[in-house]
């Protein structure tokens, strides 16, 4: 162990417990630390970003509230794939969250098995979103400007023969989809294989849940999806699935 880590860490515990800031004395004697070795240590958080001194209180500094916000930011990540993985078992399928940010459809965690493989993504999934259920999803959860400019830059064309033909018939489609009703494609995106989606709304944000099956298991599509998004309902306010992830 090294003495002078375990005293700078005492020190930062010491200053994130006191909102108001803290004299170098008080939070020597927190810390239990002889006052010039606190001074010492205090000095060189401060000088490394860790802490910052305003009018002789020390507060966290930039260093130290990066490193919590990615703690925070690395624990949604976690509940996201702990509880794509419950779903995973659950329903016995592949299991996806995405979102759209950016302008970009980003699928962000996948919970799969050896013998529940995810899609492969053969074709750019952020280029094809008129093709798979993710995308469609997505896209029918934006404002038609957003969907139309969406499709300016990635442009409607046929990856297999069920692929929607244009750009027009796409939009027809995401006009008749239902605020919070499951998207579905058959062998779309990918042939041999059948996906759904699930809207999560939050906020502004648009996000959601897919699974898929082998085209050969078709019959279990709508109802694994409907019992996909009502365990989407009944847990995601408690695991707090969120976008900025």
């Not at 170098?24 to 002889?34: I, N, Y």
């Not at 053969?122 to 259920?133: I, L, S």
């Not at 996000?207 to 999806?225: E, M, N, W």
């Amino acid at each position: 162990m090294i003495s002078s880590v375990q005293r700078a860490m005492r020190l930062l515990e010491a200053v994130a417990s006191r909102e108001q800031g803290a004299p170098a004395k008080q939070l020597a004697r927190e810390a239990g630390l002889a006052l010039p070795t606190a001074y010492h240590l205090l000095r060189t958080l401060v000088h490394e970003g860790y802490l910052r001194r305003d009018r002789g209180l020390f507060f966290l500094g930039e260093a130290a509230e990066r490193l919590s916000s990615s703690g925070a930011q690395q624990k949604r990540r976690s509940t996201v794939r702990d509880t794509l993985a419950h779903w995973r078992d659950a329903l016995g399928v592949p299991v996806y969250y995405a979102v759209y940010r950016d302008g970009e459809i980003e699928v962000m965690c996948v919970a799969d098995t050896p013998a529940n493989p995810a899609v492969e993504e053969w074709a750019d999934f952020r280029e094809t979103g008129h093709a798979h259920a993710i995308g469609q999803c997505l896209l029918a959860q934006l404002d038609d400007q957003a969907r139309r400019d969406h499709l300016d830059r990635y442009p409607v064309k046929p990856i297999t023969p069920y692929t929607v033909r244009d750009k027009d018939s796409l939009l027809r489609r995401l006009e008749r989809t239902g605020r919070m009703e499951p998207v579905t494609e058959r062998q779309e995106y990918a042939l041999g294989t059948v996906c759904a989606a699930i809207p999560i709304t939050a906020g502004s944000s648009a996000a959601a849940v897919a699974l898929s099956l082998p085209s050969h298991q078709v019959d279990r599509l709508l109802p694994a999806a409907r019992k996909l998004q009502s365990e989407v309902g009944r847990l995601l306010g408690t695991l707090a699935i969120s976008i900025s992830i």
